[in-house]
């Protein structure tokens, strides 16, 4: 039985016995690439790949490109300060950064299968084949994509960069004819496809940006119109002071500040779209986006807040939200008793835990929301359905595309930002804001001309109502401002004073009081865990 012996256990032979040689079969070494020519091949190759990846993922699911799959499942094992760290220094940008260093490792790896492949051609393999199973894997655990279509567009960049990685390696060493003269016709080759390469993958990201930002609201076929609600809830014109630089009572879309966790905006169908009421109750429900505008829906003007805002800071918005009381859906699911919290689930797996009793109150308009300001919803906002919950902050009630409803408890789960330390409740902290004068802050103080100055901002007390607002000069007495009107206690609210000021550097400050008769709290506290508190300062030049 010792006359079978693998290639293997030859080479290993202990008799020291070496196989002949074979030279004389091996064609002659090729000439050697330089180093920076071969990671340059694989660079090209690599962002060609990636490119024709991202243009198929606009099919398959933005989420299932291989640099996004891979960024998404790195925020996800993140540490928790990580990725506050990250909200924190980079504000918006932290998705860009993200993406822009998945992208510049995925092509220094792709250099380094150039090198590789330079040395002997299969050799790339060794970093191209875990890197394609790193990503397989991340696009197959996308919430949002599909499997198993979400793993095309690697498999695409897989067709594309391999062949390309080649034939670009292949043409890249320096030929010479017998005689010493460089072969010029095979550089020019080498150069058209490297050049040709190149221009499509920037071509290809090019029109995957464009595509992205085509695909919009609205743009399902066959969605029906938004229906005009029975009950419509009239903005009166005196909610609108109408000063200039001061916050619109109503915030367009476009102005609307936007948070999500998600690396891509989700890009949900409505007329795919269904939210299943799951977990503790008697009978499960599911609808459809057709059925839900077909039911009685309502219009109620809520303010949204983050429960990361600084005091000062413009992380809230007011819009008229056309939706669904939520409380209809949950008594037809018939939540069973020891449910105390919806966790709502996103299309991107994102969630949010809210307390069922904010859900199912008769007097909280809690809505599955499908428009706002009267149009479908914008994608950005949650098209085709997000929660709006009166008095808590978003990251525990205002679930964008959301796609499930989970009745739990408290104690059986957790809403995403939970476990990452911010609080499990967050109602929305009575809050004022200066926004006239603009706060240039205290080293660039705005100058305003000597007179009757006008300070104008926003208070908000959310499903509680703001009852006054207060102003006050270097920390002087305090000032009653004039509110403005506000169609309930759920939106914030316009207020103006007029100061008459004196030449010199001041400090303005605001504070609310909300309709139980409590004031603002002067205690200055971190946005963590559960919402920042203090009062707004400006500084101001009189001159
Ligand atoms: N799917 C999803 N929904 C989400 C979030 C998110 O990251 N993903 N962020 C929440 C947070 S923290 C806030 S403050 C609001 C913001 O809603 P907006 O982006 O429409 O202003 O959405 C909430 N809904
Ligand atoms: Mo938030």
Redesign the pocket.
């Known amino acids: 039985m010792n006359s079978v012996t693998s290639p293997a256990d030859a080479a290993a032979d202990p008799s020291g016995q070496q196989p002949p040689p074979k030279q004389a079969r091996t064609p002659p070494p090729r000439p050697a690439t330089s180093p920076r020519l071969a990671g340059l091949c694989g660079v090209v190759a690599t962002g060609t790949g990636l490119a024709a990846a991202a243009l198929v993922a606009q099919a398959t699911g933005p989420g299932s490109a291989p640099v996004t799959a891979i960024g998404n499942r790195l925020i996800d094992l993140m540490p928790a300060p990580l990725v506050n760290w990250g909200k924190e220094t980079l504000g918006h940008a932290d998705k860009p950064v993200l993406l822009v260093i998945v992208s510049l490792v995925a092509l220094a790896l792709g250099a380094l299968a150039g090198l590789l492949a330079a040395r002997r051609r299969h050799l790339g393999w060794v970093v191209i084949a875990p890197l394609a199973a790193l990503s397989l894997l991340a696009a197959s655990t996308d919430p949002a994509a599909s499997f198993p279509s979400s793993l095309v567009p690697t498999l695409v960049a897989l067709v594309v960069a391999v062949p390309l990685l080649s034939a670009l390696v292949e043409r890249a060493h320096s030929r010479t004819f017998a005689d010493g003269t460089p072969d010029t016709e095979a550089r020019r080759r080498f150069l058209t496809l490297l050049g040709g390469a190149t221009t499509a993958a920037v071509v290809g990201v090019g029109a995957e940006r464009v595509i992205d930002a085509r695909v919009g609201a609205g743009s399902d076929a066959g969605l029906p119109p938004l229906p005009t609600p029975p009950a419509t809830e009239a903005v009166p014109a005196r909610a609108e002071l109408g000063i200039a630089g001061l916050s619109p009572y109503v915030t367009p879309a476009k102005d609307?500040?936007?948070?999500?966790?998600?690396l891509v905006v989700?890009r949900v169908s409505a007329t795919k779209w269904t939210l299943s009421i799951v977990g503790q109750v008697r009978k499960p429900v599911t609808i459809d986006y057709a059925t839900l505008l077909s039911r009685g829906l309502m219009e109620h003007v809520t303010t949204?807040?983050?429960?990361?805002n600084e005091v000062g800071g413009n992380?809230a918005?007011n819009a008229v939200w056309l939706g669904l009381p939520v409380r209809e859906l949950l008594a037809e699911a018939e939540p069973l008793p020891g449910a105390d919290m919806v966790l709502s689930r996103?299309?991107?797996g994102?969630t949010?835990g809210t307390p069922l009793e904010a859900l199912t109150d008769p007097h909280r308009q809690a809505l599955l929301a499908v428009g706002m300001n009267g149009k479908p919803l914008p994608r950005?906002?949650?098209y085709p359905v997000?929660?709006v919950v009166p008095g808590l902050?978003?990251?525990v009630?205002?679930?964008?595309?959301?796609v499930e409803l989970k009745v739990t408890s408290f104690a059986a789960d957790q809403g995403?930002?939970t476990p990452l330390g911010w609080s499990a409740n967050g109602p929305i902290k009575l809050a004022s804001r200066i926004d006239v004068p603009v706060n240039g802050g205290a080293a660039n103080a705005t100058t305003v001309p000597s007179g009757d100055v006008v300070v104008a901002g926003v208070a908000w007390a959310q499903h509680t109502g703001v009852r006054a607002v207060e102003v006050r000069v270097d920390e002087g007495p305090w000032q009653p401002a004039t509110l403005a009107e506000v169609t309930s206690v759920d939106t914030w609210r316009q207020w103006h004073w007029t100061w008459p000021s004196t030449r010199g550097r001041h400090l303005l400050q605001c504070r609310a009081q909300d309709a139980t008769g409590a004031w603002q709290t002067e205690e200055q506290a971190p946005p963590a865990p559960d919402g920042a508190t203090g009062l707004h300062s400006v500084d101001v030049v009189v001159g």
């Open positions: 609307f500040y936007r948070i999500d966790t998600a989700p949204l807040t983050c429960v990361s992380l918005g996103s299309a991107d994102w949010a950005e906002h949650g997000r929660m902050y978003g990251y009630s205002a679930t964008k595309w959301v995403y930002w």
